[in-house]
């Protein structure tokens, strides 16, 4: 058993590794995953700049443009990703090595969370400075686990695709594109979702929708009136999203691994 963990834990920084050091090597992706953000939170903030709606609108377009980078993240470089081992000729290994295909999983997504960190860091330290956005100082306790838990749900999420895509096929790639830009909006990613009203509901299963909310209620003075559902409410559904994600993440990993077994498709290219 010990011996089994500690190959867990040498896979997880093994996949870790490379989304944060190696990506960061790269300058000029450092700058294209900065930059590119930033253009669409200004033009955004403009917007409301000159339509008079008020500071903290700014706030709330800067915060999501942001958790933007997290999403786009979780599409291409998670739930994608299982898909492009397998083109690449790695998944086999990966079902052969005596570890668990989760903690493969949980390397990636730790590692993107990190790395995704630091260019969502900029991309609000940078427009914050441009718009001069004041921010006020919520409960710290409620700020680290709505933040937390709207990474975990949402990385959770990530490999709940990673698997689904995998079993699905070559239409992994269409469906990243589909999810891509349509969630832009039934999240609130620029907006208050509460403008959306019942359809916040059912965007609400992706962890965006009530973490952007829960920030944006601890982090600027106006954020309590446009919040859709209270901080603590919201914490509580982003938990349980968290462990149900998580499980059936598990659960479509292990299915994926019987039909790999059985069926001898699923590693293969081009299926």
């Given amino acids: 058993m010990k011996k089994y963990i500690v190959r867990n834990l040498r896979a997880i920084w093994g996949r870790a590794y490379p989304r944060v050091i190696a990506a960061n090597r790269e300058y000029s992706w450092i700058v294209a995953d900065v930059v590119l953000p930033l253009l669409s939170v200004l033009s955004y903030g403009l917007l409301y700049k000159f339509l008079g709606a008020g500071i903290d609108f700014l706030g709330f377009a800067i915060l999501g443009g942001a958790m ?31 570890i668990s295909l989760m903690s493969i999983l949980f390397g990636m997504s730790l590692g993107g969370m990190l790395s995704t960190a630091l260019r969502a860091s900029a991309t609000i330290f940078i427009g914050s400075i441009v718009f001069k956005i004041p921010f006020k100082t919520g409960n710290p306790i409620q700020l680290f686990l709505i933040f937390f838990l709207t990474l975990s749900s949402l990385y959770g999420l990530g490999m709940l695709l990673s698997s689904l895509y995998l079993i699905w096929g070559r239409e992994a ?99």
């Avoid at 993240?73 to 790695?90: F, I, K, T």
């Fill in 68 to 98: 933007s980078a997290f999403w786009v993240n979780v599409l291409w470089d998670m739930a994608s990703q299982l898909y492009w081992e397998r083109m690449g000729g790695n998944l086999s290994l990966y079902i052969i090595a005596p």
């Fill in 173 to 271: 790639w269409h469906l990243s594109e589909f999810l891509q830009e349509p969630v832009y909006l039934i999240t609130g990613m620029y907006f208050p979702i509460k403008f959306l009203g019942p359809v916040g509901f059912f965007s609400s299963l992706i962890p965006l929708t009530l973490g952007l909310d829960g920030l944006r209620q601890l982090l600027f003075k106006k954020g309590e009136i446009f919040g859709f559902l209270s901080v603590n409410v919201e914490i509580l559904i982003l938990l349980v999203l968290t462990i149900v994600y998580l499980f059936l993440a598990h659960f479509y990993l292990k299915k994926m691994e019987r039909l790999a077994r059985k069926e001898g498709k699923i590693t293969i290219r081009w299926e």
